[in-house]
């Protein structure tokens, strides 16, 4: 069975309202996070940096990556007549920007609260990302525990080849 491996960013800054989360819009009610396919000899940190400034014009710089969040998602579709296995890795980053330049993949962007987004959200496994990444930034704020820089991550998960996408 075909494979694909992606990375992304669930992309959240602070607000007098509180903490709104960033989605991108794909037309016909379908909101996601920024991600894409790894491409050759590249890191799961540096795709998904990469398409995020591809799909938000946000740059590392817009970025900090909070270092003890990483989640994975597996799922499968069909393309063509082969049903692919995908694995996507996401990462949690603040940003202070509230202005995002959407793609040409994208129909517009919103900035979300955690209960609007839950109620719009068609897919489950986009919902439980959201649901770690908003449990994850409650527990930290309750410590005191600031976002890292990017420079500071390690990043020890090169993902070269999957090999058994279900296990």
């Known amino acids: 069975m075909p494979s694909q491996i992606s990375a992304g960013i669930v992309i959240f800054r602070r607000t007098k ?33 990469r398409e995020v400034s591809e799909e938000t014009g946000l740059r590392r710089r817009d970025l900090k990556i909070l270092s003890g969040f990483k ?20 990462f ?3 940003t202070n920007r509230s202005h995002i330049r959407v793609s040409h993949e994208h129909e517009g962007y919103a900035w979300f609260n955690f209960r609007e ?8 496994n986009t919902q439980l990302i959201l649901k770690k990444a908003y ?9 005191n525990e600031k976002p890292k820089e990017e420079a500071q991550v390690k990043e020890a998960f090169p993902v070269e080849k999957m090999e058994n996408p279900t296990a």
């Open 17 to 49: 309202e509180g903490i709104k989360f960033l989605f991108l819009y794909h037309g016909r009610g379908y909101w996601n996070f920024p991600k894409g396919k790894i491409e050759s000899r590249e890191r799961s940190l540096e795709t998904a940096f």
């Open 71 to 90: 989640v994975y998602d597996r799922y499968f579709f069909v393309q063509g007549k082969d049903k692919i296995s995908k694995l996507v890795i996401f």
């Open 92 to 94: 949690l980053a603040e």
């Open 117 to 124: 987004i839950m109620k719009v959200l068609k897919h489950k």
């Open 135 to 143: 449990e994850y930034l409650k527990k930290t704020e309750g410590n």
